[in-house]
Nanobody, 121 residues
């Protein structure tokens, strides 16, 4: 099947940086768009950033200029570089990917398990 495994979360002080990574593995034919959502305490899950297979990116207004999404298609991996972190960035971050896997008729969304990012002094 297909798995998305995230890494890179943790505790950081305000103004600091973290880099998240999410690697897809399994019987994959193709990966289309990938991205990251965040879910803060008591909040709904919200889109942070997305990137197409061709490299076109989209960001939430709250992270523009601070976060950068990128991907390595050869490694089936998407990254989120987070700079100038603020306490309000504290959340569980989930990666997702639209994947066409072997044996399926189309593309479906797959999700990582989530990684905690805490911004606090």
């Amino acid at each position: 099947q297909v798995q998305l495994v995230e890494s890179g979360g943790g505790l950081v002080q305000p103004g600091g940086s973290l880099r998240l990574a999410c690697a897809a593995s399994g019987t994959i034919v193709a990966i289309y768009s990938m991205g990251w959502y965040q879910q803060g305490p008591g909040k709904q899950r919200e889109l942070v950033a997305s990137i197409t297979s061709g490299g076109a990116t989209n960001y939430a207004d709250s992270v523009k200029g601070r976060f950068t999404i990128s991907r390595n298609n050869a490694k089936n991996t998407v990254y989120l570089q987070m700079n100038s972190l603020k306490p309000e960035d504290t959340a569980v971050y989930y990666c997702y990917a639209f994947i066409h896997r072997v044996g399926s008729s189309g593309r479906y969304d797959y999700w990582g398990q989530g990684t905690q990012v805490t911004v606090s002094s």
